[in-house]
């Protein structure tokens, strides 16, 4: 008797322990199932973030190639006289410094330009011509400041 109820402990212990392992296994895979996915909606989550910046970077770029298309011919033009006007030396000191105060209104704050430092005056207008702050208006406006000189 006393050994048959020794055999039921013992079996009943290994039943016990065992039970015990198992709930620890599996605790440990939903544990590990748990993390994987949360790691993989983070990763996802990154990954969809990183594919939007692409795709807003993508359309900026498409933007800028569409607008510099628009006001490519007036900047053309606009380059072209200056680069006439500055080499025929028709343009006087004050006329560039007007020219370049034109420019700056124009521009505005933009620090791309305040913290430039430049060869001269004529290097900061051309400079500053090249702009891509620059709309067809604003061209517009250097163009027939300077068609006063010609």
């Known amino acids: 008797m006393v050994e048959e109820a020794l055999l ?16 620890k296994v599996l605790n440990q895979i939903l544990l590990m199932r748990i993390t ?21 970077l993508e359309r900026q770029e498409m933007e800028r190639v569409i607008n510099f298309k628009k006001v490519e011919p007036y900047y053309i ?20 410094l007007y020219l370049k105060k034109l420019l700056n209104n124009i521009l505005g704050e ?7 430092k430049y060869d001269n005056d004529a290097h900061e207008i051309y400079s500053k ?22």
């Open 8 to 23: 039921k402990l013992t079996m009943l212990t290994m039943l016990v322990g065992g039970g015990l392992i198992l709930i």
């Open 129 to 150: 011509i090249k702009s891509t702050c620059m709309g067809t208006q604003d061209y517009e406006r250097v163009f027939d400041y300077l068609c006063n000189f010609v």
């Open 36 to 56: 994987k996915e949360k790691a993989m909606s983070v990763y996802n989550k990154k990954e969809a973030e990183k594919y939007r910046r692409q795709q807003e």
């Open 77 to 96: 033009q606009t380059k072209d006289l200056f680069k006439y006007l500055i080499k025929s030396r028709k343009l006087n000191h004050e006329q560039v």
């Open 110 to 116: 933009n620090q791309k330009y305040y913290t430039k």
